[in-house]
């Protein structure tokens, strides 16, 4: 017979056994059949084990509550999974897990919303830390969230045939979009736009040409990759993704812009962070990389919507925009795309409308899928003044693209419209020059409009003389209309110095008022603080900079004629405009528009490298700025202090020029004008500094500078690095392209890495707009279309560094 085992290994063993049930129990709550939550504030849910994930109900601002699962750890709870998108629920709503699976009913008991099972009743819920709720019973899993995903994959989670991804509608909405993201039955993995309200698939805008057709599950694992399996469990292909260890929340989502992302989230330990570092931060899974360039479907309206165009911000995100001359169709959602604010061209034979219409100058812009003709000019010497007629006399014609010779034109409405700097030609968007669209087209519509106006004032006669009351009616009504004309009329001319211009006139105590007492700084400059403030027109409220010049300038105030009077006579898409003034005494202010995404400098500067696209197209937009006040504007401006400080970018990140209080503008019959230096330290050109009269080419010395700074993303002058020979950014740069070594410009930036020619052709540019002698420098006119392309780019000579000689 067998001894018996010492106590204490029996001990062990108990103890063992106890720590094997307790470690079982831990990884898995069971939710028993009867437990419910109730859609209220009091944020009640089903947590996972270890608190990685939560089962419950997130209110979804004022619209009503949203039954979902939700990263629980995250400061930022996202959500993860969704039960009924489409059908937001209001607060007293429940759920419940019966034998029959979950249950969601409103209010009034009406069902919203159940699970459904199959194979057997529910014994109990489970939420895992995996982020996968199940509902089981002792031999099966019933079903699971993580077999009918919304928009999110979780590591461990696997798609298989006919499985799809709907990108919820908006940041902020998440009833179902306009993309599908499918594992075909096929076998094909395939990015789709969805046509809705009637939930089927549109037009494919991804795979890649590598993709193969015989998948049969794509599976996120462990190690954070994304890999498409056939039906032997092989892999056929890998999804462009990067791996992450255990200590990183992963989860892979099709975004509300079309867009299939990867991202990865620490999971944080160290409670005194209170998750300030637990953020969510972009993998290398961005398909497609640029949506605007490749959602070319074959109908509907793209990206971005019908007559609008799609172009990408610095967060690799689709802006969508509308031409000039067309508006959104609803302010509150920019992808439902735009309508026109004119009356369309009249079809009707000489009507003569076409007067009446010119184009809108749209670069690097395209609506691919709008043609309807196709023009081929002998040759290219005039022929864009032909593709503009030949669309001017056609009525069906709503715009044209033009290139070397070529001319489209484009039918209404138009689709698929993008716009970037690799993009070849340009869009000429037709538009009504009276701007509006309650006028009538043509000779027939102008003698209609005669015709209602005489039988208005027989009308008004036969009322005068019928009825005191109805003269007493007519005439309040026509005070009512006088007056809303006046008041939309009411713009205060400048006096004394200013030219006529439709500026407002505001008095100080209406900009303190707006501005909240001066109370929350943009930015502050030597001469001048900026601060942000709200303005009401025509009972609509409008954002506004508020540009406050200090006292102890204002005593002469020059720089303050010089800013109103140099831009408050432009009008240019890359200069910020000037919407009024306020001259009281020694109180002397300029409202501007609001440029929501701030300066050049923070965008420039900032811990991460913008987008190379993004500064590719700041670069070309702030050039064309400077060409227009070089040679497009009614007078001729140097603007004379060119810097990031002092180039603005709009909401889609747009240039646009300001700050001209040093601005100097030349007479009609000047080039050239004697000053004292202005402008800023390593912008300034050398022609200041020896008594030399200055031209437009001190503007452009400027520029040279700051399209270096762009390309670099590091300031012109740093004291701060590893090797003296970098120190001034002009001088660096020069070695680097003489010596062939372009590449360490551009060092740890993948992007610019990659478009190398480009980054030559740019340094370039620079190299010659920093020339000493002002006469080597090229005019903006020419940097422009150097930078598009359409010049050849000379060699340049050594720019002498009059920097670094003083």
Sequence with gaps: MASLAPPYILCFFLLFMLLLCSSTAQAQRNISLGSSLTAANNNLFWESPYGHFAFGFQQIGKDGFLLAIWFNKIPERTIAWSANRDNLVQQ???????????????????????SGISGGDVAYGAMLDTGNFVLANSSAHLWESFKE?????????????????VARYSKTNYSSGRFYFILQSDGNLMLYTRNSPLDATNSAYWPASDTPNNGFQLIFNQSGYLNLEDKNGSIVYTLPSKGATRDFYQRATLEYDGVFRQYVCPKSSDQSSNGENM???????????????????????????????????????????CPEGYTYIDPNDDTKGCKQTFEAQSCDE?????????????????????????????????????????????????????????????????????????LSGKALVKRRTHNSTSKAGGTNARKKDQSNHSTLVLSGIVLLSSSVFFNVLLLAADFLVLFRICKKAKVIKPNGFLPEMNLHSFTYAKLEAATSGFKEVLGRGASSSVFKGVLTFDDNQFMVAVKKLEHKVNENGQEFKAEVTSIGCTNHKNLVQ???????????????EYMSNGSLATFLFGPSKPNWLLRVQIALGTARGLFYLHEECS????????????????????????????????????????????GTKGYVAPEWFRNMPVTVKVDVYSYGILLLELICCRKNIEEDVKDDTQMILADWAYDCYASGKLDFLVENDCEASQEMKMVEKYVMVALWCIQEDPSLRPTMKKVVLMLEGTIEVPVPPYPTSFISSI
């Excluded at 995903?149 to 991804?165: A, E, F, I, W, Y």
């Design 92 to 114: 007293g709503s429940k759920l419940e897990l019966t034998k029959l699976g979950l249950v969601l009913k409103d209010p009034k008991g009406n069902q919203i919303w159940a």
């Design 149 to 165: 995903p919304t928009d999110t994959l979780l590591v461990g989670q696997t798609m298989s045939l006919n499985t799809r991804l």
């Design 279 to 321: 953020v969510w931060t972009r993998s290398s899974t961005t398909i497609p990389f640029n949506i605007c360039l490749v959602i070319i479907q074959r109908t509907g309206g793209g990206a971005c919507g019908f007559n609008s165009y799609c172009i990408i911000n610095s967060e690799l995100r689709p802006t969508c925009l």
């Design 350 to 422: 000489g009507s003569g409308d076409a007067d009446d219409f010119d184009f809108v100058n749209m670069e690097h812009t395209d609506w691919p899928l709008s043609d309807y003709e196709h023009l081929q000019m002998a040759s290219e010497s005039g022929s864009e003044d032909k593709c503009r007629k030949a669309c001017l006399v056609d009525c069906f014609c709503a715009a044209v693209t033009f290139y070397k010779g070529d001319c489209w034109k484009k039918r209404s409405p138009l689709s698929n419209g993008m716009s970037d700097p690799y």
């Design 578 to 592: 000037l919407i009024g003034f306020c001259d009281e005494g020694l109180h002397k202010l300029l409202i501007y």
């Design 635 to 678: 007078t001729q401006i140097l603007h004379c202090d060119i810097k990031p400080q002092n180039i603005l970018l709009d909401d889609s990140y747009t240039a646009r020029i300001s700050d001209f209080g040093l601005a100097k503008i030349l007479k009609m019959d000047q080039t050239r004008t004697t000053t004292g230096i202005r």
